[in-house]
């Protein structure tokens, strides 16, 4: 995806990258920095885990803080740049992942998609909650006339690829 920024303005740097709440952003959306990084820090927190077993750590409590430090780190803002992975960033995680199975840290095999769908889901529900901030927002206007889909509420028309991959119309397609 091209994107074409304006000239700097005096003061102002341009820069091709940002990060942000711990997610790292590089032009074009893409997120090969953000993965990286990711995936070093998790490599880093492997190292950690490898020692715990000799020092007489069960399995079961091993599967526990592999699930607290990496899976976590993994989830952490997931909904918000996991839908705009490419299926080589999903590959790396997906191949990280099954190595940590392998060595016996993780008890199941746990792939990004399933950890994005189930991250996904949960915090959409947390969404539709009645105490939850957007439930604030004023009410939908009601239309007076029959549409032939009658579902719950009308999209947006939009071609872009990066719009049809936002959270919210994820959310709404993995809820039908």
Request: charged content about 15%.
């Amino acid at each position: 995806m091209d994107l074409y920024l304006l000239p700097s303005i005096q003061g102002i740097q341009l820069v091709d990258q940002v990060k942000s709440f711990g997610v790292t952003l590089h032009e074009g959306l893409s997120f090969d920095l953000h993965v990286t990084s990711l995936l070093k820090q998790c490599s880093q927190r492997i190292y950690l885990l490898r020692l715990l077993p000799s020092q007489g750590m069960s399995s079961n409590h091993l599967n526990t803080i592999f699930r607290v430090i990496i899976v976590s780190r993994i989830l952490y803002a997931l909904p918000a740049w996991g839908v705009f992975m490419s299926a080589a960033q999903s590959g790396r995680i997906d191949a990280f992942l099954k190595r940590a199975h392998k060595c016996g840290f993780s008890k199941e095999l746990l792939t990004v998609n399933e950890l994005l769908v189930e991250s996904g889901s949960v915090m959409f529900k947390k969404m539709k909650s009645p105490t939850h901030c957007i439930m604030l927002l004023p009410p939908n206007k009601k239309l007076d006339y029959n549409l032939r889909n009658s579902e719950c509420c009308v999209l947006p028309q939009c071609t872009s690829s990066t719009y049809k991959c936002s959270f919210v119309n994820w959310c709404l397609f993995l809820q039908k």
